[in-house]
């Protein structure tokens, strides 16, 4: 039985990262959100050329993506950055469908958590999560996040209709 590997990714698996993406937007958001309005997000932020910039350029506001993988196939990916001196924040965090439930999100949420914490020396993290996003919401809550105010999703317009609920924790 081949192993789950939890790295960071490379430039050449962003296309398989973007797919992900994808698929996982659909998968969380289709009853929540329009169908136009999904497509913006995915062309805006989940394309692969944005996706291979971002496998490349790792600092203190992004950490690169991480990616469960399994046999060369992508699971899994986090992503996010530090927004203050002890402040880290998860950007992007899904895992694929058909393998929820199997421990490949709090794999790859260990292996951030300690990124951000021993590397960047965050105390504090930060999540949002689309208010009604029933599979993300339940997750944070089971690993420690409390909730903590509500506002407009990044990038997102009140015409959208897409709010966060923004959740943190000490770690």
């Not at 600092?59 to 993506?65: A, F, L, P, Q």
Request: hydrophobic share 35%; proline share 1%.
């Amino acid at each position: 039985m081949t192993e789950i590997l939890v790295k960071t990714a490379r430039r050449n698996e962003a296309k398989s990262i973007a797919d992900l993406l994808s698929r996982c937007q659909w998968f969380t958001y289709g009853e929540l959100f329009s169908k136009a309005y999904i497509e913006r997000l995915i062309e805006k932020y989940y394309n692969v050329e944005r996706i291979e910039q971002e496998v490349t350029t790792i600092d203190k506001r992004w950490h690169g993506y991480i990616v469960a993988e399994k046999a060369g196939n992508i699971l899994g990916v986090i992503g996010g950055g530090i927004k203050d001196e002890t402040d880290g924040e998860i950007y992007v965090f899904y895992v694929a469908p058909e393998v929820r439930g199997k421990g490949i999100g709090s794999r790859l949420l260990d292996f951030y958590t300690k990124v951000q914490k021993h590397t960047y020396g965050a105390d504090r993290q930060w999540v949002s999560v689309a208010k009604g996003n029933m599979y993300g919401i339940p997750f944070y809550e089971a690993k420690g996040f409390t909730y903590v105010r509500e506002e407009i999703s990044y990038g997102a317009t009140e015409e959208d209709e897409d709010i966060s609920l923004v959740y943190s924790r000490l770690i």
